[in-house]
Structure formats: C-alpha cells, structure tokens
C-alpha cells in the first residue's frame, strides 16, 4: 500500500525526481532487484507513471501507462543484452524547468525529463552511462579481433594441408581449443555487471 502512494508522498510530478538511496525501498522497483544475485541500486528517476532504475546489472523500467493509472508494467533490459549506445544530455535553457538525459539501450530509445535542479547528479549518470557505451564498443572490438584471429589460424590450417595427411587429429585438436580461447575472451569482454562504473562515477 505504501508503495502504492510513493510518487506521490515523494512530490513527484510527470518530470523526474531522483530518488535518494534511504527512499530506494519505497518504490516498486526495489521489488524487483535480485538481490539474491548481488544486484544493487545506484540510481533511480522516479515520476507519478513511471520509475528508471539502474542497477549494476540492468535498467528496470516501471512502465506506467499514464500519471492516473496504478497499473504498471515492468521491463528488465540486461545491460549485456541491451548494450547501451548514444549518450546525450540534454540542459536546460532559461525557461525550462527540466533536463533531459537520452541514449540507446539495443535498439530500444529512451528519453527522461528530470527536474533542471538536479542537473549536477544527473551529470554523474550521464558520464558513468557513456563510459558503458564506450566500454561496450570497446569491448566489441577486441571480441572481433579475436574471431578474425580465430578464423585466421583455421585458414592457415586448412591452407598447409598435404597430400596423404591427414589432419584430423590436429583439426580436433584445434577445435577444442578454439571453443575454450573463444568463451574465454567471451567471458571476459562481455560484461554483465558494471557496478564498478556506477562505484566510480555516482558513489565516488
């Protein structure tokens, strides 16, 4: 019930209020934390519809259908499913009362209006939020290289054949370690969990 009434004990209009860590446990997102993974809240907008929960793992978005309505929908986009591109912040000029924070998760766009008093906090989202993009591409790019080198080394294989040789064993040999060279750096330069950024740019 109380979560039900926290847009509105919190003042929250249809522009975003960033929500302070004491308040987290009174939205409806911290319902839907796994907190049994580890997961953690290091930011959240909060509106009369909707809530924009980020935590190390994921972007929670409580979907509200309008400011009236109590029904909500919730979608979670894993960050290494929905990598995130695009980062913009938008400031305010003289007549707005709000700002806006913009970028890509997948193909998915989202857009946010936030109170232009917050400005300087959501400063601290937008640049652990382009750090990730460019971390992701990064990241993207070392996984390419390490296919091309993978297919590289197949060719080379494949090329140095002779006849009445056979490769069989070599081939075997070389797929094996392909699959464990390739799910390692899989491992390594898909990134599931950024609480490391949120811990620098929002915590710090």
Same mark, same amino acid.
């Given at each position: ?13 249809? @522009? ?7 308040? %987290? ?11 049994? /993974? ?5 930011f959240?907008?909060?509106? $009369? ?13 409580? /979907?509200? *259908?309008?400011?009236? +309505?109590s $029904?909500?929908?919730?979608?979670? %986009?894993?960050? +290494? *499913? =929905? ?5 913009? #912040?938008?400031?305010?000029?003289k ?6 924070? !913009?970028?890509? #998760?997948?193909v &998915?766009?989202?857009?946010?209006? @936030?109170? !232009?008093?917050?400005?300087?906090? &959501? ?6 939020? &382009?750090?990730?993009?460019?971390? @992701? ?7 390419k290289?390490?296919?091309?080198? &993978?297919? $590289?080394?197949?060719? @080379? ?10 490769? +069989?064993?070599?081939?075997?040999? #070389?797929?094996? =370690? ?5 799910? +390692?750096?899989?491992?390594? %330069?898909?990134?599931? /969990? ?5 811990? !620098?740019?929002?915590?710090?």
């Amino acid at each position: 019930m109380l979560k039900k009434f926290a847009s509105d004990a919190l003042g929250l209009s249809d @522009v975003g209020k960033i929500i302070e860590p004491h308040d %987290y446990e009174k939205t409806q997102s911290d319902d839907f934390v796994r907190h049994e /993974d580890n997961e953690k809240i290091y930011f959240l907008i909060m509106t $009369k519809s909707d809530e924009y929960c980020f935590t190390n793992l994921a972007l929670i978005h409580i /979907d509200g *259908q309008n400011a009236v +309505s109590s $029904k909500r929908v919730m979608k979670r %986009y894993p960050y +290494s *499913q =929905y990598p995130i591109s695009n980062v913009l #912040l938008e400031t305010a000029g003289k007549i707005d009362l709000d700002v806006e924070i !913009k970028f890509h #998760l997948g193909v &998915l766009t989202f857009s946010i209006d @936030v109170d !232009k008093k917050e400005i300087e906090k &959501l400063k601290d989202l937008y640049k652990a939020l &382009l750090f990730m993009a460019e971390k @992701v591409h990064e990241n993207n790019t070392y996984l390419k290289m390490s296919n091309d080198s &993978l297919n $590289k080394a197949v060719e @080379v294989l494949y090329n140095s054949r002779l006849e009445g040789y056979d490769l +069989s064993k070599e081939y075997t040999e #070389l797929t094996e =370690y392909s699959f464990d060279w390739l799910k +390692s750096n899989f491992e390594k %330069y898909h990134e599931k /969990d950024f609480g490391y950024v949120f811990e !620098k740019y929002i915590l710090n």
